[in-house]
């Protein structure tokens, strides 16, 4: 993640994450064995553990890079058409938000903050006229929201003090609002007994190869003292690690002295498939189809293709329609109808160049856009009559098709 904050203004409402504990049930017990004896008794989940578990990191990076590649334009209407404009904004929007930030970077960040602790602030700073001219990314940990005399105000909490923000000047974007309206819910908060049930399920693969692939197991014997125990651990202990890191096949126990196997191994536990079940939770919690967190157990080449469609109408367009709405009443007001920022949702088919191309055939033979328009999304120089609408010729009113067999014989 990257911290914008080394200039001034800025920040954002405490986040719900932290260290959270997590109250272990016996098959967490089991998988939370770190060695001989000893257990955990339960997990403790932060958005930096989370990160660590693939599928977590997989889905947080995928939908953050999806829309921070997104092109984002600034448009106004003309009547029943509108144009794309240039002003300042715009660029801010596009290009750069401040001198030290580009406008993917700052996306890509924004919507990490979203679908990890649940929310999002940035700045608008604005000049003399009340125009928006940058904009600075806030830490979520150390804004306080709250209401005063019934409107919204952000409280930033700096080093030499703070700075209270009316909520006109805030971009702030939530997973899921409480319901007065100040708080939030976070994914990785909300959802931190199945995401420490990720974390604990691979800690316990970990530790198993980490042991030589040997499961937890008890030694019995004839002690005759506790320090007679203790050694007796230590040494065996000390055998397994060896017998692993030498490959051998064989432990030496003392005369008298056997081992019984306690706990259950991966395979008895069902590790992978629990791992599997784990990506699968993971990804309804971010409304992401597996395919995207590199799990194919269930895809085919018709259903994997299926997934695409879905993620974008139902997991790009939420992001995308929430994203717009704020940027568009926070930056251009309430009242101003006619300027509005846009996602271009066909940026996800920039590395599908056939189906591209065959969705401008289709509308160029349709007369929905000319020639000219579909070379300048390609980056491609204007041709004369390439302003043009066409239109295929083939459809013509029934009964007045050509008979060209009519004088035939």
């Known amino acids: 993640m990257l911290d914008f904050l080394t200039r001034k203004e800025t920040r954002s409402t405490p986040v719900p994450e932290g260290s959270v504990p997590v109250s272990a049930s016996n098959f967490l017990e089991l998988l939370n064995l770190s060695g001989i004896g000893t257990s955990a008794a339960g997990v403790n989940v932060t958005i930096e553990s989370a990160l660590g578990v693939p599928a977590i990191w997989a889905a947080v990076n995928f939908i953050g890079a999806s829309l921070a590649g997104l092109p ?8 029943d058409d509108r144009k794309r404009v240039t002003d300042p904004i715009a660029g801010v929007l596009h290009d750069a938000i401040n001198d030290e930030c580009s406008s993917f970077d700052w996306r890509k960040h924004l919507f990490e903050q979203v679908l990890t602790g649940g929310r999002a602030f940035t700045y608008i700073e604005r000049d003399g006229a009340g125009q928006a001219v940058d904009l600075w990314p806030l830490d979520p940990t150390k804004t306080k ?11 930033h909490r700096e080093s030499n003090g703070s700075k ?33 049930l990720a974390i604990a399920a691979t800690q316990y693969g970990s530790r198993f190869f980490q042991g030589g692939g040997v499961p937890p197991f008890a030694v019995t014997g004839g002690f005759q003292s506790s320090g007679a ?24 126990l003392p005369t008298g002295l056997s081992i019984e196997k306690i706990g259950a191994d ?12 784990s990506i699968e939770e993971i990804a309804r919690i971010y409304s992401l189809p597996p395919v995207f967190l590199q799990d194919l157990t269930h895809g085919t080449f018709s259903n994997t293709e299926q997934q695409d469609l879905h993620f ?98």
């Not at 909520?167 to 995401?195: E, N, V």
Request: hydrophobic residues 40%; charged residues 30%.
């Open 312 to 409: 974008v109408k139902h997991t790009v367009k939420r992001w995308a329609e929430q994203f717009e709405q704020e940027l568009n009443l926070k930056l251009f007001g309430r009242a101003n109808r006619d300027r509005f920022a846009e996602l271009n949702l066909d940026g996800l088919l920039r590395g599908d160049f056939m189906t591209r191309m065959s969705g401008y055939a289709t509308s160029i033979q349709n007369a929905i856009q000319t020639p000219n328009e579909i070379r300048r999304r390609e980056n491609l120089p204007a041709q004369a009559h390439g302003d043009d609408l066409l239109i295929q010729g083939a459809t013509v009113p029934l009964g007045s098709q050509a008979k060209g067999n009519d004088n035939a014989n």
């Open 72 to 79: 984002l334009n600034v448009f106004e209407r003309d009547g």
């Open 229 to 252: 125990l203790k050694r007796a651990g230590d040494d065996l202990d000390a055998a397994v690690r060896k017998a692993s890191r030498e490959q051998r096949q064989a432990l030496v």
């Open 145 to 155: 929201v709250e209401r005063r005399g019934g409107r919204k105000f952000y409280t």
């Open 164 to 196: 209270t923000y009316p909520a006109a000047d805030i971009l702030d974007l939530a997973f899921m609002l409480t319901a007065d309206g100040l708080g939030h819910r976070g994914p990785i908060a909300h959802h931190r007994d199945s995401i420490a």
């Open 266 to 277: 991966p395979d008895k536990a069902q590790l992978v498939e629990l791992k599997r079940f």
